[in-house]
């Protein structure tokens, strides 16, 4: 039973390039979470994605950020226009249910250095 | 809002020695508390969790923590370490349904490294 598949696992960009990060869920699982992990800190909450909706994206930034869960396919965060201070590891994670009682299973991440 | 504090960036201990890596926490109402591991270019594994119920959790691989609702803490302990054990531990909190907060998001602490020596 696949875990939460992200890829790349490391992408390496320079400023103003576009970074496409991709994650599929664990089988079963329609709920979708990103966080980001900035250096010597603890992840933080980006956006909550079902099946062709996001239902919460209070913690992605309003520009250059967006994040998309298509019926078919993997979930994307997309960046645009990229800076330094995008470089992070960005961790993807899967549940069975919306409530957090479910537990996340997260990837194992892709680690975006923009230079 | 919430947040989350582990006080410790590092804890060492011996192999076969008991370890506790401590949390404590700031949330509205009653919390939801976890445990994630991680080890190097991972991502998190979850550990345990506190919902409701007993103070004392038990969780993944001998781990346990207690849920100490007068001290806001949930700190995590293992009765015997392992070098296997050395790792990045993460501490989160989400609030309840109850409390109008969203609880599907989590909010983590900044991790604490623990290393185990033989």
């Known amino acids: 039973n696949a875990g939460v598949m992200q890829n790349p696992r490391h992408l390496v960009r320079r400023r103003g390039q576009e970074a496409r990060l991709r994650c599929s869920p664990m089988?079963?699982?329609?709920?979708v979470y990103w966080y980001r992990q900035l250096p010597e800190e603890g992840l933080k909450f980006m956006v909550y994605?079902?099946?062709?909706?996001?239902?919460?994206e209070s913690g992605m930034p309003k520009e250059r950020f967006s994040a998309e869960f298509p019926k078919e396919g993997p979930s994307i965060l997309r960046i645009q226009q990229v800076v330094r201070g995008d470089s992070a590891a960005y961790f993807c994670?899967?549940?069975?249910?919306?409530?957090?009682?479910?537990?996340?299973?997260f990837g194992n991440g892709t680690r975006l250095t923009v230079t | 809002a919430q947040s989350v504090a582990q006080p410790e960036d590092q804890v060492n201990v011996a192999e076969g020695n008991p370890l506790t890596v401590k949390c404590t926490y700031s949330?509205?109402?009653?919390?939801?508390l976890f445990w994630y591991v991680q080890y190097p270019n991972r991502g998190l594994q979850f550990l345990l969790k506190?919902?409701?119920?007993?103070?004392l959790v038990k969780g993944s691989y001998g781990f346990e923590a207690e849920f100490n609702k007068s001290q806001t803490s949930f700190h995590l302990k293992k009765p015997s370490a392992l070098v296997s054990d050395s790792a990045l531990y993460f501490c989160?909190?989400?609030?309840?349904?109850?409390?109008?907060?969203?609880?599907?998001?989590?909010?983590f602490g900044k991790g604490t490294l623990l290393t185990v020596n033989p």
């Open positions: 994605l079902q099946k062709e909706n996001i239902i919460d």
């Open positions: 994670a899967s549940s069975i249910q919306g409530s957090i009682v479910s537990p996340l299973h």
């Open positions: 506190y919902i409701t119920g007993d103070n």
């Open positions: 089988k079963g699982h329609s709920h």
């Open positions: 949330v509205s109402g009653n919390p939801y």
């Open positions: 989160a909190v989400s609030p309840p349904p109850d409390s109008g907060g969203s609880n599907y998001k989590l909010t």
